[in-house]
């Protein structure tokens, strides 16, 4: 562990910030010596900008890809990890942007009482270390993780469909590795089988939204 300065490090301060797009929170602040006070002191002054309540962004940092899901992330304490739809997204398997951001807090966050930022949409489960992947800045569910939860979440067939064949052929997910997402899609598509394992149709007349 890195001790606390004495006083004000404005280098490391940015070496905080730095990996999170430009932004950090005021107790991550608390580890450069930046007390509430001096952060209001540089808020004033234009150095820094508030995103939401805790967080902060300098303000001449370059932009990001993802400065928006940084900001929610960092809401979360970096406990939670971007998933399900959004994931898709992140992972380039969906060219769907939601309209909601999709994250998965840990099990034991249920019972908190947070108040959730506009537009997000939390889930409850416990994702293992390798279930996890970076895409630049964002934490995200891996591929055969997102899939598995989309089918559960009953996501549109159409969707995990295809984000199931984009990712067998990236090498991203293992054809025979995600029983529970092809239970899901054999509802709604014809299946062949091959070499590396099942197939699925992109036209099916049974493919439709599940209810």
């Not at 004033?44 to 962004?57: A, D, F, T």
């Not at 970076?134 to 591929?143: C, E, F, K, M």
């Not at 709604?188 to 070499?195: K, L």
């Amino acid at each position: 562990m890195i001790p606390k300065p004495e006083r004000p490090d404005r280098d490391r301060l940015y070496e905080i910030a730095a990996p999170q797009e430009g932004h950090f929170t005021t107790a991550q602040a608390g580890e450069a010596a930046y007390s509430p006070q001096l952060l209001m002191k540089h808020l004033k002054s234009g150095r820094i900008r508030r995103v939401r309540r805790g967080i902060y962004r300098l303000v001449h940092f370059p932009a990001g890809d993802h400065e928006d899901l940084i900001a929610l992330w960092l809401w979360s304490e970096r406990a939670g990890v971007f998933s399900h739809e959004t994931a898709l997204a992140l992972l380039d398997l969906s060219d769907v942007l939601p309209s909601e951001v999709h994250m998965t807090l840990p099990a034991q966050w249920a019972s908190r009482r947070l108040r959730i930022p506009r537009g997000l949409v939390l889930h409850h489960a416990d994702v293992a270390e390798n279930e996890r992947a970076w895409v630049g800045s964002v934490r995200v569910t891996t591929a055969t993780r997102t899939l598995v939860d989309c089918a559960e979440s009953k996501v549109e067939p159409r969707l995990v469909r295809d984000a199931f064949e984009d990712g067998c052929a990236r090498g991203l997910v293992d054809r025979e590795s995600v029983p529970f997402v092809i239970d899901y899609l054999k509802q709604f598509f014809s299946v062949s089988r091959s070499r590396s394992g099942p197939r699925f149709s992109s036209s099916s007349a049974r493919a439709r939204r599940p209810s």
